[in-house]
């Protein structure tokens, strides 16, 4: 099954956690965007399928002209709160640097 939703030849860094009873949230970097690297994240049930479209979570792009390496990290502080962290760099740096945020998500 297809988790991004676009079909281009570029890297897509994923990593998985669990939520409540049949949930998974779904999570990957990717230079997808023309702008750049950016973190995605998405819903996933065992028995419905996707409960949710990607969302984009990191606020800006990084460039894609260099690369931001395999640092992502999710974590479920509770079933309706994440945590992820990435790697990106900012268009106007020349390396890479660790990013994060807190993300709430509704289950219907």
Do not use: K
């Not at 991004?4 to 994923?14: G, I, K, R, S, Y």
């Not at 998974?24 to 028995?47: E, H, I, K, N």
């Not at 992820?84 to 998500?105: F, H, N, Q, R, Y």
């Amino acid at each position: 099954m297809r988790v991004p939703a676009d079909t281009l030849n570029v890297p897509h860094v994923m990593q998985v956690v669990a939520g409540p009873p049949g949930i998974a949230y779904v999570g990957w970097l990717s230079s997808s965007d023309p702008r750049g690297f950016a973190q995605y994240l998405r819903t996933f049930s065992t028995t419905r399928g996707w409960l949710s479209a990607p969302v984009r979570v990191s606020r800006d792009c990084g460039t894609g002209t260099v690369w931001t390496g395999d640092t992502f990290g999710l974590s479920a502080l509770s079933p309706t709160r994440l945590a992820l962290a990435w790697g990106s760099v900012a268009p106007s740096a020349s390396t890479d640097e660790i990013w994060a945020t807190t993300v709430g998500v509704s289950l219907p």
